[in-house]
């Protein structure tokens, strides 16, 4: 290439002698004031540097090496360019000084733009050497890509001045290269933690998934387990009712609609069951279960009563005669021998049958008609069917007798309160009382509730009886706390049903009867049933909740009984539940089902922050068993049956044991 500066390569070098030896000494200049300056010119007495120096003039080689080196800088010098891209593919140079005009083939700015191709080229600060500096000799130099030149000759200081300039756009590229490579770093760490952030949501977010996949799956199975029968799988009392209601409430819309309900007894299971051992019975119940399943027509219903009956829903029969063609297929399944092991078991069933009609209005009152159908069956020797027909009228009779007698009992008071203790089993102590109503009725003597509670329901007389049972518990409790230390902080659980709950006065009355008795109204507790809590899930809820802001604990009764209450378990203001004593009575015998299912509601209370207590204890063995799953109250016979007001005082005082 032709050389852009004319005359350069006749350029000679001029130095001033500093050392007053002759020879040739650069010095850097004292710091100044500024900061900067010396924040600069600190980082560039600390700093070394590699440089590299092209020159074809050995003389002026030497020269340059000797005034860079006075700087510290660790110098290499090469004669042409060849070497010089020799070295550079060998070494890291910061600086070069670079001739402008080489001996060989290959000038200055050919070194320099080969130079910038290479890697280790790109960084380096270049300085063009050169001779007469003209306009487009500097052009060409800054297109090869030279940083500063210098103009030959030239003097020590001038040669320092270039040379710091050098450095200084060294030092600048080398931060930059710092700056860059600790950017690359930061980037590396920060795209590490979101990478590991993502892994943690991600772990997170499973396992989230997987808890509440498990608690809803716990939640079905607990909702499953509470309306089906364990030992069979078919649907239990419970689910059976609410599809006989559902199919009541449908027949009530369609005159031209009929069902049919059946209940079968097994014929002497009870003595089956003591021959073959309860295991044994239990495989004989399964089977039947699954016989029973294959008389059915689509759209009917089995399920299992209780011990050994099972009932069966018809859906939209013609007449009587398709409900009497089932009973004789069931009849039919029961004629082959049951195979249990090796034993064989011949057994037959008793059937009743109740057909729709227009008087029936509660699901249990069509269930009652079939059974009191299939007592008949059994009373008239077995193995066959009744139909619940007008000469079973008999009890539809002293049911409206018995309708008359409760008029009148309200009239004359006769109405008695009994109180069953509650009992803490860790303390060992009465912790409340549940107040049940009998009826002293003039002929028949002390009924329970049983007998006419159900009547009182279905003619709305439950709501003054139930009006004066809240105003006499309410009364007991306060004489108890006024006779006894013992009773001051005892709770009264009172029974409140579905038709008192739809009362509009029942707050009014409530708190009537808190201010004239003057009980705290933390002592009293109000009970009702899960089916309660179905009737009107939206007016159920806001009667519960003025009842909180009263300050009235609130617990359900017959808990594990009802239909689709855990769904508003959680949005209800309840205190206790009360395991139905269904889930009680065979607990002691063996860790079954029943037992899973009082585990699983005790957990359900504990985790809801709800006491529990469980009904229906008549033997030590269960009080050992619901210990064992962590159930502290408990309520039955064992203790005390119920007993009048006077008798309860006195309980409150006499020291439990067991």
């Known amino acids: ?8 390569k006749g350029g000679s070098i001029s130095t001033t002698d500093r050392g007053g030896s002759g020879g040739v000494t650069v010095q850097r200049e004292s710091p100044k004031q500024s900061t900067d300056v010396e924040t600069a010119e600190d980082l560039r007495a600390n700093a070394r540097f590699k440089s590299l120096v092209v020159e074809d003039n050995a003389a002026t080689r030497l020269l340059i090496k000797r005034l860079l080196t006075q700087l510290h800088h660790d110098v290499t010098l090469c004669p ?11 070494d890291t140079f910061e600086l070069a000084f670079i001739d402008c005009v080489l001996g060989d083939s290959t000038d200055g700015l050919d070194l320099c733009r080969r130079l910038r191709t290479m890697p280790k080229g790109k960084e380096c600060v270049v300085t063009i050497c050169t001779g007469a500096v003209q306009v487009d000799g500097l052009r060409e130099v800054m297109k090869a890509g030279a940083d500063d030149y210098l103009a030959k000759p030239f003097h020590a200081d001038q040669f320092r001045v270039r040379v710091e300039v050098a450095e200084n756009l060294a030092l600048t590229r080398r931060r930059q290269r710092e700056l860059e490579s600790e950017r690359l770093r930061l980037r590396m760490q920060l795209e590490a933690r979101v990478r590991f952030q993502r892994r943690e949501l991600h772990t997170k977010t499973a396992q989230l998934r997987e808890e509440m996949s498990s608690r809803h799956q716990a939640e079905e199975q607990l909702r499953y387990d509470s309306f089906h029968d364990s030992l069979t799988g078919l649907p239990n009392r419970s689910l059976f009712l609410d599809r006989l209601g559902q199919v009541l409430k449908f027949s009530q819309r369609r005159q031209n609609y009929k069902y049919a309900v059946l209940v079968i007894g097994v014929d002497r299971f009870r003595g089956v069951n003591e021959s073959i051992g309860h295991d044994g019975g239990d495989e004989l119940l399964v ?9 059915l027509r689509p759209g009917d219903s089995v399920a299992r009563l209780a011990g050994d009956e099972f009932t ?10 398709d409900a009497t063609r089932v ?73 409206l007798k018995l309708e008359a007698d409760l008029h009148q009992a309200i009239e004359r008071s006769e109405f008695v309160a009994y109180y069953q203790p509650i009992v803490s089993l860790e303390e060992r102590r009465i912790r409340g009382f549940e107040a049940l109503i009998r009826w002293q009725h003039p002929e028949r003597g002390l009924l329970p509730p049983s007998e006419f509670i159900p009547i009182a329901e279905e003619t709305g007389l439950i709501i003054p009886i139930g009006q004066w049972m809240i105003g006499e518990a309410c009364r007991q409790l306060r004489r108890w706390e006024q006779a006894t230390k013992e009773a001051r902080d005892i709770e009264m659980s009172i029974n409140v049903s579905s038709r008192q709950f739809s ?24 009970e009702i049933t899960e089916s309660v809590m179905m009737d009107n899930a939206a007016t159920i809820t806001a009667t519960l909740l003025q009842l909180r802001a009263l300050d009235i604990q609130l617990g359900i009764d017959d808990f594990g009984t009802g239909y689709s209450s855990l769904s508003y378990l959680h949005h209800l203001p ?33 985790n809801l922050g709800m006491a529990c207590v469980a009904e229906g204890v008549e033997l030590p063995e269960q009080i050992h068993q619901i210990q064992e799953l962590g159930c502290s109250l408990a309520q039955g016979f064992y203790f005390s049956r119920p007993v009048c007001g006077d008798i309860a005082e006195r309980l409150l005082g006499a020291p439990l044991d067991w």
């Open 312 to 321: 069966v829903l018809l859906d939209d029969v013609r007449d009587l005669s």
């Open 1 to 8: 290439m032709a050389n852009p500066f004319p005359g350069a």
């Open 574 to 606: 309840i205190d206790t539940l009360k395991i139905d004593r269904s889930f009680i009575r065979d607990l002691h015998q063996s860790r079954g089902p029943d037992h899973e299912i009082v585990r699983t509601i005790v957990s359900l209370a504990s």
């Open 287 to 295: 089977q039947i279960a699954r016989r029973l399943e294959h008389c």
């Open 327 to 399: 009973a004789n297929r069931i009849q039919e399944q029961f004629d082959p021998p049951f195979l249990l092991g090796d034993v064989k078991v011949v057994i037959s069933a008793s059937i009743g049958i109740a057909l729709s009609q227009p008087g029936y209005e509660e699901p249990m009152d069509v269930l009652r008609d079939a059974d009191v159908a299939m007592s008949r069956a059994k009373a008239l020797g077995k193995a066959r069917y009744a139909i619940f027909d007008s000469g079973m009228q008999l009890q539809a009779t002293r049911r």
């Open 80 to 90: 042409d360019a060849a070497s010089a891209i020799e070295a550079f593919g060998q």
């Open 503 to 526: 009362d509009p006065q029942l707050i009014d009355v409530i708190g009537e009867v808190l201010d004239q008795t003057g009980v705290n109204e933390r002592h009293i507790r109000l």
